[in-house]
């Protein structure tokens, strides 16, 4: 028996009382996983994307665990939220324009001493102002840095569009503005290298592919570093005392964790590891989290078909962003229909032995997505369920 047929025993073994559709976590390979991530920080704390989990139970379980330490968020509601709940270090990623939270903000103390929230334009400064609603405290605020490998002049960009901050004159221009400011007081910097982080540099079928993939990594690692550490010269230089310099994501943690320049590393994907970052030379994860749906037709010979499973994953469309029939090995999807809303076709050999009721399991394409399609999680130590857990949309959060 193959190890994954192993597994697909003990989750329907686990999961044999309980009907499908359902989504799990083997918390055996969820702390294992996390053990990783711990061992490529290389002492360095890891702050825990909250948007790759997006379950409450998962995010005190690994800020448990030695080597984690706060979470980033991926809105300024949800920050609030985790805050209330008893988290206390929380770093928006995304800059926001929510304003009646900003005045919840400005108006708790409890609440202004958890949250650090992100901005990379002197506008973004007078939002939060506008909103606060005669709230008084003092707003912690973190500056985004671009972390985009330009070539060619800047003629070719690889990245993502995020922050318009890229050289260390603008970041200390915009520190300085951050210091002058009555009410705001600069605590951080990040700097999200995802055209490293999130995307698999060993991609089967497609080797020239992956060696020019590897080729930009090792460019845009070198540019960075150096970048990166005149950055934090120019702004430590307006804020001696800051706190923190964020960097990193699954697929880059051992290579940001080597800059001198970085204080701690920020990872989610990698607890779960979804289909996307099954593509990497740098680390091999174990998939945690799963999703079942349910036989419930038997077309004809080597096809079955099961409940719903159209759960695409947010980015550029394509096959990539589609979840993947993972057990039993070798079903795949009906080229012509593919992963459907209400039903979904699936052909191979492995379907004559499927029976109506049956369970398939599959992966998404990313990790805490899968939440926004499940109220729950059942968590799997060997082949039984030891814990039922609300997701955020459990707990009736759909923050995005």
């Given amino acids: 028996m193959t190890a994954r047929a192993a597994d697909r025993t003990r989750y329907d073994r686990a999961t044999a009382h309980l009907d499908a559709p359902l989504a799990v976590v083997d918390l ?22 909250s948007k790759s989990v997006r379950c409450r139970a998962l995010l005190e379980r690994v800020l448990a665990r030695p080597g984690f330490a706060g979470i980033m968020s991926f809105t300024l509601a949800e920050s609030l939220w985790l805050a209330r709940a008893g988290f206390e270090d929380v770093l928006l990623a995304y800059p926001s324009a929510d304003r009646a939270a900003y005045a919840e903000l400005a108006g708790d103390p409890k609440l202004a001493g958890a949250v650090t929230v992100m901005v990379d ?17 003092e707003i912690r605020v973190c500056l985004e840095l671009d972390t985009s490998l330009r070539l060619l002049g800047g003629r070719v960009r690889i990245g993502a569009l995020r922050s318009p901050l890229r050289s260390p004159a603008q970041l200390a ?7 002058r400011r009555p009410g ?29 993939v590897r080729l930009m990594q090792t460019a845009a690692r070198r540019e960075l570093a150096a970048r990166r550490a005149e950055v934090v010269r120019a702004v430590r230089a307006v804020t001696p005392d800051l706190e923190f310099v964020n960097g990193g994501g699954t697929g880059s943690v051992q290579h940001t964790a080597a800059e ?28 945690a989290a799963l999703f079942a749906q349910p036989v419930v037709r038997r077309p004809g010979v080597g096809v079955v078909t099961v409940l719903g499973g159209g759960y695409p994953a947010s980015g550029a ?14 079903l795949r999807y009906d080229p012509q229909e593919g992963p459907g809303e209400v039903q979904t076709p699936l052909i191979g050999s492995p379907a004559d032995d499927l029976l109506i009721g049956d369970k398939v ?40």
Avoid at 28 to 49: C, H, M, T, W, Y
Avoid at 173 to 179: E, T
Avoid at 317 to 330: F, K, S, T
């Fill in 28 to 49: 055996e390979a969820f702390d294992a996983n996390a053990d990783d991530l711990v061992s490529r920080a290389a002492g360095k704390p890891v702050r825990v994307a």
């Fill in 260 to 287: 001198s320049a970085v204080t701690e590393i920020a990872a989610g994907s990698g607890l779960y590891v979804p289909r996307l970052f099954d593509n990497y030379t740098s680390f091999t994860g174990r998939p």
């Fill in 317 to 330: 469309a394509g096959p990539d962003r589609l979840p993947v029939p993972y057990l039993p090995e070798g």
């Fill in 361 to 400: 399991w599959f992966r998404h394409a990313k990790a805490g997505e899968l939440c926004e399609r499940f109220a729950e999680l059942q968590l799997i130590e060997g082949d039984r369920i030891t814990a039922t857990v609300p997701t955020y949309r459990g707990e009736g959060r759909t923050f995005l």
């Fill in 184 to 212: 705001f007081r600069l605590v951080g910097l990040m700097a999200y290298e995802g055209h490293v982080a999130g995307v698999g540099d060993s991609v089967a079928g497609r080797p020239l592919r992956s060696r020019a």
């Fill in 121 to 137: 334009d002197v506008s973004q400064l007078e939002l939060i102002d506008a909103a606060r609603a005669g709230g008084r405290e």
């Fill in 173 to 179: 221009d915009l520190a300085r503005s951050v210091a």
